[in-house]
């Protein structure tokens, strides 16, 4: 931990959902990599913004069976850690959960709350249904899924769209975006130019897709994205790992990628001259 | 003319240009097409948001061989004209010119200042080269042009970028967006798009005026485009013409418009939700 260091030792985590509250008083947080040492598992959970400093924090923690568990956001994580780490030793997660971290020590929860893993170089091995054994005994759905790079796909044809119009449309929130009917319609084309992209990497999105995330998301109400949060409180955003690699991507593999372009270049400028 | 005519009834019209100040005393303004009355040619500049206007204007300007010809922006006025008054009598132009109308009956001209004319049906007619000559006689520089619509699409390729991101991304200026690098990618990616969009429409345009528009941009300093005041100043914006009509004569061809259609939706957004 870094800033919430002194504050969780003292007061520990403290948990607010709709589904109860929960204060983890005695919660073990480090400030090095050393205090911990050599692990069986490693989650990952910075933002993909600050990679390059695992560079120095993963050693301390390697043995020779380690695995990395990365639930970041996006595309590129797990290529950053196969490069430096090994691939073999990596699995990737995603994170389908509406929280933000309002203050110091203090998450709160607004909605949702699953994980779902896969290997990295592979199909699901022992270890990959061992460790969602470990989340599930923990009280959280985990599902182990065979292709993880379809599932990374499936979560950006989400936030590509919603975290980005929130950026770029000047800060605003899910339910701004589809009470707006232009900013409704972007989202869609978005939702069906990254389901293409997808498609065209060898990932089989179906088209019906677009509807469901539109339907799950009006009961979000006005949800500001993370990603959102993080631009209006002049945070870093990880626009590289959810708009500027699948841009990439797609782009290099042949696919339509006008309207990704677009919003990438935005977002780019938001952050540029951002107060 | 409507709120100006009394303005220049009695002081005349005023253009201030850096070649030369002028001002026309004795202008003919009318409040009514009746007072003209039947006429040999009747130019048109009404704008584009206000054509249905034309359907009670024109009549009493016509007799047998009144030629029309419409100096409005973007696609679909010869269309609008040929559908309520006959396609024969149709001629198209452009101006290039940086002109601003800055109180009643003053124009600053900022630069420029040609007449590309055309027929709507085919090639050019001798009346074409009359009225070409006509415009000379008057101290116009005015070019045939053997195809009209080409010369149109040729436009739209600064029109649409320029006037588009200039209302897009805020209310700026074309020297602040090609100062900001991620605005001026978005502009050469528009102008690809628009050149490609031409093509598929059968109208040869070369890439190299991607090129061409950006050198021809860049002395034009912090120059706002007429749609750009219009947004500011709280008058129409003519959207279909410009951003509307190619945007959609473009997808019905099978053409790649993801930045069209996305310039598009934040233009009828912008208006829809400005103060």
Known sequence: MRSDLDHVRRRGLRLHSKQGDCHLQGASAYATAEEIGPSDLVIIALKATSNEALVELIPPLLKEDTILLTLQNGLGNEEFLAEHFGAERVIGGLCFVCLNRT???VIRHLGAGTISIGEF???PLPRTHEIASEFKRSGVVCNVKPDLA???WKKLVWN??????AIAAGGIDVAEILADPDLEFLARQLMREVISSARQLGHELPA???EDQVKATHPMGP???SSLIDFLEGREVEIEAIWGEPYRRAANAGAEVGRLEYLYHEIRRALRTRQ
Chains 1, 2 share one sequence.
């Open 208 to 210: 019906s897709l677009v």
């Open 223 to 225: 949800y500001k994205p």
């Open 103 to 105: 203050e110091p020590g």
């Open 150 to 152: 379809r599932e990374r």
């Open 160 to 165: 590509i769209p919603f975290n980005g119009l």
């Open 121 to 123: 170089t592979g199909l």
